[in-house]
């Protein structure tokens, strides 16, 4: 087999499962995929020089190893961003129910804290379905309510939800939470009329439609491209072809 064939395949083998969260149910979707027949070779035995094709797919550079329509696709019509002049956005679309989302959370704080410069960064509830749009409002409340993140709320959310298996479904259950955090029913109500959540619901609702993601957790690329752990291959691909998309937006 040439080197073009032995990458495929070692891409095809290692990617066995890859998990999303997609909009058409509440739960967790798991996509399989199909291991590739293995061909067996009479000689198998390598040459002195000849390098791994795992190895060479390495070395290639972000613009050769992640194809668009493959790794990440364009977004068409583009999309209108929020970030200021000069920046590029990266949204990621997330719920907070979905595991996967949770999963990826420690590596998109990361993102967060680590991201270049001329980066714009925002996390997104998705509202691709009435139940996710609950969770997103939950989230706004959050957002509201600890403007500076110092409290962590949206992080305790999350936790709450997969950890301590608290899924905040009903308004009681979220005003308990947050009042269980230290604030009172009437700031909590006033968060929730404020003009302030009713604009970010909005804006949360035209970015999700705009995007025509159908699973999360996807990640925008200034309203040009969007990804995935799923369609990247994996998280350290995803991260990889972020910085790629960026550094082309920021030229």
């Given at each position: ?5 032995k ?7 290692t ?8 909009s ?5 979707k ?26 060479a797919?390495?070395?290639k ?15 068409f ?6 970030a200021a ?39 997104v ?15 706004y ?5 600890d403007p500076?993140?110092?409290k ?10 997969h ?20 604030f ?8 929730k009329?404020?003009m ?34 799923y369609?990247a ?17 920021k030229?």
């Open positions: 087999m040439n080197k073009t064939i990458t495929s395949l070692f891409l095809l083998l990617f066995t499962f890859i998990t999303a969260c997609n058409a149910s509440s739960d967790a798991k996509v399989e995929i199909k291991k590739a027949p293995q061909k067996v070779e009479k000689n198998t035995t390598k040459k002195p020089n000849e390098s791994s094709s795992s190895t797919l390495e070395k550079p972000a613009d050769e190893k992640y194809v668009e329509g493959k790794h990440y696709v364009d977004i019509p583009e999309m209108q961003t929020d002049p000069g920046k590029v956005e990266v949204v990621e679309l997330m719920w907070l129910g979905c595991p996967h989302c949770y999963s990826l959370e420690p590596i998109m704080q990361a993102y967060k804290k680590g991201h270049p410069d001329f980066v714009e960064f925002k996390q509830p998705a509202m691709l379905n009435p139940s996710w749009a609950k969770d997103g409002e939950t989230f409340l959050a957002d509201i309510l500076t993140g110092e962590d709320l949206i992080s305790k959310v999350f936790k709450s939800i950890e301590l298996k608290r899924r905040l479904r009903s308004p009681d259950a979220v005003k308990r939470f947050f009042i269980n955090e230290g009172t029913e009437e700031q909590i109500d006033n968060a009329k404020s302030a959540f009713q604009a970010k619901i909005r804006r949360a609702q035209e970015i999700s439609a705009a995007s025509q993601a159908q699973s999360v957790p996807t990640i925008i690329i200034n309203g040009k491209y969007r990804t995935s752990p369609i291959g994996n998280e350290e691909n995803l991260m990889e072809i972020i910085d790629m998309l960026t550094k082309r937006e030229k």
